[in-house]
Nanobody, 123 residues
Framework: QVQLVESGGGLVQAGFSLRLSCAASGRTFSDYGMGWFRQAPGKEREFVAAISRSGSVRLYADSVKGRFTTSRDNAKNTAYLQMNSLKPEDTAVYYC????????????????WGQGTQVTVSS
C-alpha cells in the first residue's frame, strides 16, 4: 500500500502561483511514477502532469504546458506541482496518484490516490 497526502491548495487570484505537494508513505517512493489529475464540478477527472520514477521523464497536458511544472524529491518521498499563471479554468480538486508501471495520462493506470486538495482561482 502507498498512502498519498496532498497539500498546498487554496484560493488565489488569476495570474498568481501555488505549489502543491504530495507526500508518500508506505512503500519505496522511487518505485512509483507520480501523476497529477484534477476534477472540476460536473466534469471528468483529467490528466495534468506526470513524472517518472527517476524524474527524467515528464508529461504535461496541453492546457498547462509552460505554466505548470512537476518535480519530485525521492529523498523526501514527495512530489510537487508548481502552478504559475493560474487561470480561473484551473479551478478544481487536484489529486496526486502513484503508478507502479510506466507513467501514463490515463487515470485508470494509477494504483494509489490521495484525497485531493482544492484549488480555486478567482478572476
Amino acid at each position: 500500500q502507498v498512502q498519498l497526502v496532498e497539500s498546498g491548495g487554496g484560493l488565489v487570484q488569476a495570474g498568481f502561483s501555488l505549489r502543491l505537494s504530495c507526500a508518500a508513505s508506505g512503500r519505496t517512493f522511487s518505485d512509483y511514477g507520480m501523476g497529477w489529475f484534477r476534477q472540476a464540478p460536473g466534469k471528468e477527472r483529467e490528466f495534468v502532469a506526470a513524472i517518472s520514477r527517476s524524474g527524467s521523464v515528464r508529461l504535461y497536458a496541453d492546457s498547462v504546458k509552460g505554466r505548470f511544472t512537476t518535480s519530485r524529491d525521492n529523498a523526501k518521498n514527495t512530489a510537487y506541482l508548481q502552478m504559475n499563471s493560474l487561470k480561473p479554468e484551473d479551478t478544481a480538486v487536484y489529486y496526486c496518484a502513484a503508478d507502479k508501471g510506466i507513467i501514463s495520462r490515463t487515470y485508470r493506470d494509477y494504483d494509489y490516490w490521495g484525497q485531493g486538495t482544492q484549488v480555486t482561482v478567482s478572476s
